[in-house]
């Protein structure tokens, strides 16, 4: 069973930055994505950006110009660079592997934004 564990959320003022990473604790075949959701109080959880195991990456409209994510194969990791947030970027962030029809979670981490 393949672990994920994230890290680097915390809390941010409007406008400043923070990075999460996410460790995956075996390699899986590829091909395969990872990514990053988040889930705010009282919403659904919805994507954030992905990338596929061949490098080619895709946002939400959410983090289209603000957030950055990549991926470091010989390290398992995936990461999500995020700039210029905003109090509506708070969030539980969560990192997610997808291998053909399995989906793997993480535990979560908490981001939240203030003005």
């Known amino acids: 069973q393949v672990q994920l564990v994230e890290s680097g959320g915390g809390l941010v003022q409007a406008g400043g930055s923070l990075r999460l990473s996410c460790r995956a604790s075996e390699t899986v075949d590829t091909p395969n994505t990872m990514a990053w959701y988040r889930q705010a109080p009282g919403k659904q959880r919805e994507l954030v950006a992905a990338m596929t195991s061949g490098g080619s990456a895709n946002y939400a409209d959410l983090a289209q110009g603000r957030f950055t994510i990549s991926r470091d194969s010989a390290k398992n990791t995936v990461s999500l660079q995020m700039n210029s947030l905003k109090p509506d970027d708070t969030a539980i962030y969560y990192c997610?592997?997808?291998?053909?029809?399995?989906?793997?979670w993480g535990q979560g981490t908490q981001v939240t934004g203030f003005s």
């Open positions: 997610n592997l997808r291998r053909i029809f399995t989906h793997y």
